[in-house]
């Protein structure tokens, strides 16, 4: 097994800057996987562009020294993501032939830190998977400008990195649904949406939440100061609907207050297949409607599905 990784634009040619600076934490990434793969044994190349000054020039020269490595099993470019909105958030890889290892990489960055697995994404016309010999995946971490994203990205950033070393060498088991034995919440059912300051009708302008008592709790879930529709509102119509989060009618004896900020839940839409993790972040909905679960309006989106479509929920998802 031989791989050959790269960090996405130069020093002297900057990527996305956001919350985080691309360049850098690209740089850091490839850094700790290839000391992950070369202490496990395997061989492994890296390089930084420190000399191209446009992008033209850098995408062409991390190309050449990928295409000058001889032969190798994998071609890696990681990136970090932005978007204009600044909601954006998840991880995702591209890929121009193994899907199968993009998928897996996805999985697994998500699986051991809870940010969105956005999933495998064919784009043979990006430079880099169209002009490196190997098969080649470009890694979009997350999103550097999404406070959610980076406050994940910087708690888990070993396992992220181990992650993506255990899956290009073949170590990795990457499962799509955590052992049922090691959830202490688990429901199929309908769900409908919640939260948010377009929420005006499921949420009074003073309503709070079950067991966030302030932003500063769970600052990821929450949309900025002063955002229009939020001003003097309760913490329900202050939740960003862009972030994914999800009530359920948690057993507070199996799983208590605190520790339900301290994990994710995996959310399958049982008529798309989609499995997206998410937030808890109240307590609900009320057994009078008919459902297990209401989550944000942008994990439905996600999701691919709409009110009283079924779902299956289950806590936690990595079964810490």
Known sequence: ????????????????????????????????????????????????????ISQNECLNRIVDWHNAQGKRDY??????????????????????????????????????????????????GLFFLGHTAAPAVLIEVCFLDHAGDVELY???????????????????????????TTALFHEIGLCSHFGGPD???????????AFIYAVQDAPHLFLPEGTPGTVGCGLARRLNPHVHYVACRWDYEQ?????????????????????LTAFPADWGPNEKTGRIADLSPGLMADLGITTDDEVEVIYPWRGD
């Open 199 to 209: 929420d005006t009708t499921g949420v009074s302008d003073s309503e709070g939440l």
């Open 154 to 180: 910087r708690t888990y950033f070993p396992l992220i990195c181990e992650a993506i070393a255990d899956v290009l060498s073949g170590d990795a088991e990457v499962s799509p649904m955590p052992p049922e």
């Open 1 to 52: 097994m031989r791989i050959c990784i790269s960090s996405g634009h130069s020093t002297k040619c900057q990527g996305a800057v956001g919350i985080m600076n691309e360049v850098e934490e690209a740089t850091a990434v490839v850094d700790e996987v290839a000391l992950y793969l070369a202490d496990a044994g395997y061989a492994v190349e890296k390089f930084h562009d420190t000399v191209s």
């Open 255 to 275: 799983t208590p207050k605190p520790s339900l900020l301290q994990s994710v839940a995996l959310v399958r839409a049982a008529k798309t297949g989609i499995a």
């Open 75 to 124: 071609d890696v470019s990681v990136h970090f993501n932005a978007s204009e909105s600044h909601q954006g958030h998840g991880v995702e890889v591209f890929y121009g032939s193994p899907k199968q290892l993009a998928a897996e990489l996805s999985a697994a960055i998500s699986n051991v830190s809870g940010l969105t697995n956005r999933g495998a994404k064919p784009d043979p």
